[in-house]
C-alpha cells in the first residue's frame, strides 16, 4: 500500500504522469509514470506456451496499442509503455470494471504541464493478454480523457515497467507485433548486419540510453535519454530545460519554433529546431525535429535523464528490450531513412464525442496558413479536402496536413455559419 507518509519528497519527484502534448512542433507526446519508490510487486509471469507469444498490435499515432482483457472484461486497448513503471487503467475503465480505488492523491507538477492530477490506486486486477497473463499486485488509476482528445483514439490504460521486467520483449514495428519471452531461456538472435546493442541504464524501471546529438554549428554532445514507446511527438526527441540551459542549446540554434507542452495539469512553454543527427551506437538518424523545453516545473524540469526518445524514432528499427540484462537491441527497418515532419498548417486539433468523431479546431498558431485563412479556435471541422470528418481518423488529418506545398480545403462550421476556406501548407521546421 502507498501512502503519502510513506513517500518522501525525493519519492514524490518519481511518481510521476507525464503526458504531454504540443501544437506547433510536438503534436503529440506520452504518458511518463515513474514510481521507483513504490514497492512494485507482481505474480510471477504466465507464457501458456513455451518459446514467444507473439502479440499482434494496433499502430496508432505511433503508440502501440495491444488488446487485453481485464478481469474478464470486453476486449480493452492498452498502450505498451516504456516510460511507464506502473500499469495504469483509466479512470473510467476502472469504475466500468466495479474496481475500488484507494489512497487517492492530489500530485503536483508531475506532468508535462505545471498544475497537478489525480491519481489512486486498485488491486485485485488480471490481466489476459492471450498467451500470457499478468496479476499485478496494484494498478494506477488516473482519467485519460484530456489524453485522449488529441490522440483521437480511446486509451483503456497501460501496460508498464512492471509488465515489462518480467520479460525479454521485441517490437517488430514494421510486422505490427510484439513477442515476449522469458527471460531466463531467452538467446538473442544475430539479427542482420546493422543490428547491434546498446547498454541500458535504469532510473528505476524507465529504461535509458546515451546517445550523441549533433546540432548545427557545434560539437557533438552526449546525452541521456529516456526510451519511451508511449510517447509520440513528430522528431521523436525532446530535452528537458536544464540540459537545453546548461549547454546554451537556443542560442547555436540557426532557426527555432515556440510551441507549447502540456499534460492533465496544464501546459509549459518549448521550442522547437532541427538537429543534424543523433547517433545510437553506430546508426546515425537524420535530421530529427528536437523539443527544447523551457519548463521550470514538472518532468520537464527534471536534470535526469536530459529528455526522452520516442516512439517516432523507435519505430524506424526492430527494437528489443531486455531489463535482465540491461540491454536494447536496435535493428534498423526499412523506414530509417525517412524524413521527420510535423504539423504545417497551424492548427491543433481535438477529437471528442464517444467515437471521437467530432473535431474542433483547440488552437491555431499566429502568423500560421490557418490564421491567414481566418481559422478560429473553437471552429469545428466537417471535411477536409472533402472528406467527411466522420471517415477519417484524428492522425489520418494530421498527417494530410504535413504535406509541404499541398493546397488543401477545410470545411468549418462556426456557430450557425459554414465556411470554405484553402490555404496551402507550408514546412516551419
Keep these: 500500500m502507498l501512502n503519502q507518509n510513506d513517500v518522501n519528497e525525493e519519492g514524490w519527484r518519481s511518481i510521476t504522469l507525464m503526458m504531454r502534448t504540443a501544437a506547433s ?70 469504475t466500468a470494471l466495479g474496481l475500488t480505488l484507494r489512497d487517492s492523491q492530489r500530485i503536483a507538477g508531475r506532468d508535462g504541464g ?14 489476459d493478454l492471450g498467451d500470457a497473463l499478468f496479476a499485478p499486485d496494484q494498478v494506477g488509476v488516473t482519467s485519460f480523457a484530456w489524453f485522449e482528445k488529441f490522440l483521437g483514439h480511446p486509451m483503456d490504460g497501460i501496460l508498464g515497467g512492471d509488465f515489462i521486467r518480467r520479460y525479454v520483449v521485441e517490437i517488430d514495428y514494421a510486422g505490427k507485433a510484439l513477442t515476449l519471452y522469458e527471460p531466463k531461456t531467452y ?12 547498454t541500458l541504464k535504469m532510473i528505476g524501471l524507465y529504461p535509458c540510453v546515451s546517445v550523441r546529438l549533433k546540432l548545427p554549428g557545434r560539437e557533438a554532445l552526449d546525452v541521456l535519454l529516456g526510451i519511451d514507446t508511449g510517447a509520440v511527438a513528430a522528431g521523436g526527441l525532446s530535452l528537458n530545460s536544464p540540459f537545453v540551459t546548461r549547454h546554451k542549446l537556443i542560442e547555436f540554434m540557426p532557426k527555432v519554433f515556440p510551441g507549447f507542452t502540456g499534460g492533465m495539469s496544464g501546459e509549459s512553454r518549448g521550442l522547437a529546431g532541427r538537429a543534424e543527427s543523433l547517433t545510437l551506437g553506430r546508426t546515425a538518424v537524420l535530421n530529427p525535429i528536437v523539443g527544447f523545453s523551457q519548463a521550470t516545473k514538472g518532468a520537464n524540469s527534471w536534470k535526469e535523464p536530459n529528455g526522452l526518445l520516442g516512439s517516432e524514432i523507435l519505430q524506424r528499427f526492430r527494437v528489443t528490450f531486455d531489463y535482465l540484462r ?104
Design 114 to 127: 505545471e498544475g497537478s492530477i489525480n491519481l489512486a490506486f486498485a488491486k485485485g486486477v488480471a490481466i
Design 25 to 94: 512542433f510536438l503534436c503529440l507526446t506520452g504518458l511518463w509514470l515513474l514510481l521507483t519508490s513504490a514497492p512494485i510487486s507482481a505474480s510471477p509471469p504466465m507464457l501458456s506456451r513455451e518459446g514467444g507469444v507473439r502479440l499482434p498490435f494496433e499502430h496508432y499515432y505511433g503508440l502501440i496499442f495491444l488488446s487485453v482483457r481485464v478481469n474478464g472484461s470486453e476486449p480493452m486497448s492498452f498502450v505498451f509503455d516504456t516510460g511507464a513503471s506502473l500499469t495504469v487503467i483509466n479512470e473510467s475503465r476502472a
Design 326 to 429: 540491461k540491454q536494447m537491441r536496435l535493428e534498423p527497418n526499412d523506414s530509417l531513412l525517412d524524413p521527420f515532419e510535423s504539423d504545417m498548417s497551424g492548427l491543433t486539433i481535438v477529437a471528442e464525442g464517444a467515437d471521437f468523431k467530432s473535431f474542433r479546431i483547440f488552437r491555431v498558431r499566429p502568423n500560421s496558413p490557418a490564421a491567414a485563412a481566418d481559422l478560429r479556435e473553437g471552429d469545428v471541422l466537417f471535411a477536409l479536402d472533402n472528406q467527411p470528418i466522420s471517415t477519417i481518423t484524428l492522425f489520418k488529418a494530421a498527417q494530410m496536413l504535413q504535406q509541404d506545398g499541398r493546397e488543401i480545403l477545410v470545411e468549418v462550421r462556426r456557430g450557425a455559419e459554414q465556411l470554405q476556406v484553402r490555404f496551402k501548407l507550408k514546412r516551419h521546421i
Design 187 to 198: 538467446h538473442a538472435g544475430h539479427g542482420g548486419a546493422n543490428t547491434e546493442a546498446l
